[in-house]
Antibody, heavy 118, light 108 residues
Framework: EVQLVQSGAEVKKPGESLRISCKGS????????ISWVRQVPGKGLEWMGRIDPGDSYTNYSPSFQGHVTISADKSISTAYLQWSSLQVSDTAMYYC???????????WGQGTLVTVSS | SYELTQPPSVSVSPGQTARITCSGDALPKQYAYWYQQKPGQAPVLVINTDTERPSGIPERFSGASSGTTVTLTISGVQAEDEADYYCQSADSSGTYVVFGGGTKLTVL
């Protein structure tokens, strides 16, 4: 059974760094791209960027370029989303999702709630 | 930047037909996909490649495409269909994934 299991909820202060994870199982992580999707409470889905875990090639939405970093460790079937300096506006639910053949997202993680507050 | 436009809300009575549109200039070149999201849950794919229904999705869900607009149709709406619905596609180059703003379906 294919699963994407994300790390737990986080509460951080502005300016702090953070890395959240997404562990794939039931398939080879290197076979499909992993994307990260943001959902601010009460708002819609926003695509942040994606990684090819096979070669670690990434591309980012212009809206998120330079503010987050997506990475992966294929040896442990895990993708990551990280911030070097969080802002209050980063408060949101973050989902990882597997993109099937550069098309649709067929499997999603359960989401990681990140709360940034002073 | 490229955008997909959806109506913010659609309301129908049980048993009626709900239609949710999604418009974007690149839709003639790029496939569209539809997701259902219920409160507190991750999105679930209900239509892929404009018109295909994944296994396990009820037959009352269907998709259509015409020019720069794609449409999700839910025939015989049930109370359990009340949710947010999002279209997803890509820009004309296929580089960037884009989601529509979402449509809240209310079953009266």
């Amino acid at each position: 059974e294919v699963q994407l299991v994300q790390s737990g909820a986080e509460v951080k202060k502005p300016g702090e760094s953070l890395r959240i994870s997404c562990k794939g199982s039931g398939y080879s992580l290197t076979s499909f791209w992993i994307s990260w999707v943001r959902q601010v409470p009460g708002k819609g889905l926003e695509w942040m960027g994606r990684i090819d875990p096979g070669d670690s090639y990434t591309n980012y939405s212009p809206s998120f370029q330079g503010h987050v970093t997506i990475s992966a460790d294929k040896s442990i079937s895990t993708a990551y989303l990280q911030w070097s300096s969080l802002q209050v506006s980063d408060t949101a639910m973050y989902y990882c999702a597997r993109r099937y053949n550069s098309s649709w997202f067929d499997y999603w993680g359960q989401g990681t709630l990140v709360t940034v507050s002073s | 930047s490229y955008e997909l436009t959806q109506p913010p809300s659609v309301s129908v009575s049980p048993g009626q037909t709900a239609r949710i549109t999604c418009s974007g200039d690149a839709l003639p070149k790029q496939y569209a996909y539809w997701y259902q999201q219920k409160p507190g849950q991750a999105p679930v794919l209900v239509i892929n490649t404009d018109t295909e229904r994944p296994s396990g999705i009820p037959e009352r869900f269907s998709g259509a495409s015409s020019g720069t607009t794609v449409t999700l149709t839910i025939s015989g709406v049930q109370a359990e269909d009340e949710a947010d619905y999002y279209c997803q596609s890509a820009d004309s180059s296929g580089t960037y994934v884009v989601f529509g703003g979402g449509t809240k379906l209310t079953v009266l």
